[in-house]
């Protein structure tokens, strides 16, 4: 199968991406797909305007996602603007989609009433998944694993494609998202009624890189639910819940098991169980992130030969489109 994702380099990435996506990345690479994920770092420019600081967030992006396990010996990886049939594509769907259609999505309407309070609504906000969807079809991939708030992103991004192949004949596979029902939503640990991102503040989220005192800090200060049970049941008990599927990702185990194991216990041993857990899981990933850090030259090397990769696989389906569409 061919599978293609990528991720925003906003930043350090957390316990949220991690769990929502990135780990399913990892999955479907050790399965012997044929995996494409990517940095996207044109995205980004539609919130970051420092040049050092994307510049940091593109390198340290990179490095994490050899650290987590990513093997760019089995996965093709690469940044977005180093392929640059994306913005060209981007560009032949923004002219197919209906502008309704983008003033829709949720995601952008959140961001635009976030950048309406500093910089104003830039135009790339709203064009967003139209990027999205080239970054996607481009590559013609069975599935996009991510995260639940991104499936309004595919949705759209199917639709394009029908509307492409009906306007000016076959040419791209309808992809489908794989959206991962316990870690589709990782939650804030300070309001479990919110998904999980740096944006809401430091106490909300769990950075992949972050030192093991502030997770434990972070883990013991979340809040919990009334009651005592430890019980999966994310209506009624949403942040007990939270944790239990950030436990559960992190061991893998199957969160019934987690609910026999922790039968009895307070919501103090929950918690203190699940900080040795996700400490444990990313002891090993921080390692790695040290001794990529360390050898950047490397991680430098593989993204370039990913892009080599990315650029011969989009100029085929480039020459194809220009050709359906009458450019050439
Ligand atoms: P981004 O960079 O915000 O997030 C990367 C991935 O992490 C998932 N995610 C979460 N999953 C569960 N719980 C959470 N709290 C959580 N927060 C983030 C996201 O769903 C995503 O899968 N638009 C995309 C980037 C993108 C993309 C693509 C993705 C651009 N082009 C092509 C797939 C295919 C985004 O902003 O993700």
């Known amino acids: 199968m061919r599978i293609l994702s990528g991720i925003q380099p906003t930043g350090q990435f957390h316990l949220g991406n991690y769990l929502g996506a990135l780990k399913h990345w990892l999955k479907f690479q050790d399965r012997d797909n044929e995996c494409f994920y990517t940095i996207v770092d044109l995205h980004a420019l539609t919130t ?7 510049r940091q967030n593109i390198r340290e992006s990179k490095i994490a996602m050899l650290s987590i396990g990513l093997n760019p010996e089995k996965s093709t990886l690469f940044a977005q603007s180093q392929v640059h049939a994306h913005t060209q594509l981007g560009w032949i769907f923004t002219t197919l989609t209906p502008l309704g259609e983008l003033e829709r999505m949720t995601q952008y309407k959140e961001k635009a009433k976030q950048a309406l309070k500093n910089n104003g609504v830039n135009a790339g906000l709203l064009t967003y998944p139209t990027l ?7 590559y013609n991939p069975d599935y996009v694993p991510v995260g639940e708030d991104q499936k309004q992103h595919l949705e ?4 394009i494609a029908e509307k492409f192949n009906k ?4 040419i791209f596979k309808i992809p489908n998202p794989m959206i991962y029902k316990e870690t589709a939503r990782i939650m804030s640990l300070q309001d479990p009624a919110k998904k999980m991102s740096k944006s809401l503040g430091p106490q909300h ?14 883990i013991k200060k979340a809040v919990t639910d009334s009651e005592k049970e430890i019980k999966y049941d994310p209506k009624n008990k949403p942040a007990i819940s939270n944790l239990l599927a950030i436990y559960s990702g992190v061991t893998d185990k199957p969160i019934k098991d987690l609910e026999k194991e922790l039968e009895g216990k307070s919501y103090a041993d929950l918690k203190s169980s699940l900080a040795d857990a996700v400490v444990a899981h990313i002891a090993p990933i921080q390692q790695k992130y040290a001794e990529f850090t360390a050898n950047f030259s490397f991680v430098e090397r593989a993204f370039e030969t990913g892009a080599e990769k990315a650029r ?13 569409i009458g450019l050439e």
């Open 132 to 138: 999205m969807a080239a970054d996607i079809l481009l």
């Open 312 to 324: 011969t696989e989009t100029e085929k389906v480039m020459e194809l489109v220009s050709q359906k």
């Open 156 to 159: 759209l991004t199917r639709n």
């Open 167 to 170: 306007t000016y004949g076959q």
């Open 48 to 54: 970051v305007h420092d040049a050092r600081t994307l």
């Open 205 to 218: 989220y769990i950075g992949l890189f972050e030192d093991e005192s502030s997770i434990r800090d972070k």
